[in-house]
């Protein structure tokens, strides 16, 4: 099985990236658009394990916590490498200082069942389309360019999820196996 540890993002914020994801879709199809009930924050892709592995995973996962919920504002629009080749096109979030400690302990406590360490530091974003070939067409670069500083909405959460992805010719369909409160004490 497939699995990643993610953050749910709220459904007024999934309204308003499936509306930017349509308005953009129309200007360029060619990039391969995420469609919106998909839209989540990836804290720890963990990969193809084995069905043994399942219970281990959801055993370490609960023992995950944090002081405080984390907090996120949904802003901005941005690249992965960058805007001249681009190959991602990403919204992204301004998070409470705790989030990154959060997938921090995530990633050590999967690195203790044998699933390796993130070699890339954790950039938290929304992964809006992916192109292929990386390259942007001028009309929507300039579409981007219009909403690049739009507010997307907020989150406030004391939970994340483990999530299994079945890769389909029609896109990945994701399950959720299970959710983990993370906050120790309300802040």
């Known amino acids: 099985m497939r699995l990643f540890v993610a953050l749910e993002i709220p459904p007024a914020v999934r309204e308003n990236l499936a509306a930017l ?18 839209l989540h924050i990836t804290l720890k892709f963990i990969g193809e394990v084995a069905d043994t ?13 944090s002081e405080a919920p984390v907090t996120l504002d949904f802003r901005g629009l941005g690249f992965f490498p960058n805007e001249k080749y681009p190959r991602v096109f990403w919204a992204g979030m301004e998070a409470s200082a705790n989030l990154k400690g959060l997938a921090a302990d995530i990633d050590r406590a999967m690195e203790k069942l044998g699933i390796p360490r993130e070699q890339r530091p954790f950039s938290p974003h929304l992964t809006l389309a992916r192109f292929q070939p990386p390259g942007l067409p001028e009309k929507l670069r300039s579409a981007i360019k219009e909403s690049a500083t739009r507010d997307f909405g907020a989150l406030h959460t004391n939970e994340f999820h483990l999530i299994e ?12 196996l299970e959710t983990f409160p993370f906050v120790t004490a309300e802040a």
Do not use: F
């Not at 994801?21 to 998909?38: C, S, Y």
């Not at 592995?53 to 916590?65: F, P, S």
């Open 165 to 176: 992805s079945k890769l389909k010719s029609s896109g990945a369909e994701y399950t959720t």
């Open 53 to 65: 592995k399942l219970e281990a995973i959801r055993q370490a996962l609960g023992k995950v916590r």
């Open 21 to 38: 994801i349509r308005d953009l879709r129309a200007i360029a199809p060619q990039p391969k658009w995420v469609r919106a009930e998909n």
